[in-house]
T-cell receptor
């Protein structure tokens, strides 16, 4: 089983739609969680950290469920510019910052 | 601020050739990393440097060496390139190696080994 698993998609949604991605992780000792965004042929960029109580940043909401070992990202009112690959990233600290990256979920927002 | 700068952006090597990928950051970050990204796989850590003067192996270190030249610069060397090293390489830095210190990535180097 992969340490971090994501549905690769693509998720095809119209502008204005709400879309949600899930990500599961296998190591119950995982300590911190992030969503990164990666545009085609570009570097990953931090979208948001995921906190235990859930957190929101504008149209983006991240949730953590430790019991079921998954995190989610909800995007409301999708924009064309949201089209990208969303990487789930989990940190299992074993003496250094060991970040495990998921393979990403691709989102395509169409007019 | 340029952030994290990688050179070159593209490179084609023949099997057995050597090269060094350069990385520099101007954010005064302590920790630096080299990742590779291959289709269908998440980014995988090659080597990292938790602080100036230290380097350690990551998940896929074979075939690579690194040098933390100073606090700003962290280079990755391929001594004898192999086709399996065809990949996109990303350098990254973070303020510390602590768990909540986000990574800042360079633009990437697309390497093809023929």
């Amino acid at each position: 089983r992969k340490e971090v698993e994501q549905d690769p998609g693509p998720f095809n949604v119209p502008e204005g739609a709400t879309v949600a991605f899930n990500c599961t992780y296998s190591n119950s000792a995982s300590q911190s969680f992030f969503w990164y965004r990666q545009d085609c042929r570009k570097e990953p960029k931090l979208l948001m950290s995921v906190y235990s109580s859930g957190n929101e940043d504008g149209r983006f909401t991240a949730q953590l469920n430790r019991a079921s070992q998954y995190i989610s990202l909800l995007i409301r009112d999708s924009k064309l510019s949201d089209s990208a690959t969303y990487l789930c990233v989990v940190n299992v600290r074993t003496g250094f910052q060991k970040l495990v990256f998921g393979t990403g979920t691709r989102l395509l927002v169409s007019p | 601020n340029a952030g994290v700068t990688q050179t070159p952006k593209f490179q084609v090597l023949k099997t057995g050739q050597s090269m060094t990928l350069q990385c520099a950051q101007d954010m005064n970050h302590n920790s630096m990393y080299w990742y590779r990204q291959d289709p269908g796989m998440g980014l995988r850590l090659i080597y990292y440097s938790a602080s100036e003067g230290t380097t350690d192996k990551g998940e896929v270190p074979n075939g690579y060496n690194v040098s933390r030249l100073n606090k700003r610069e962290f280079s990755l060397r391929l001594e004898s390139a192999a086709p399996s090293q065809t990949s996109v390489y990303f350098c990254a830095s973070s303020e510390t190696d602590m768990r909540n210190s986000p990574l800042h990535f360079g633009n990437g180097t697309r390497l093809t080994v023929t």
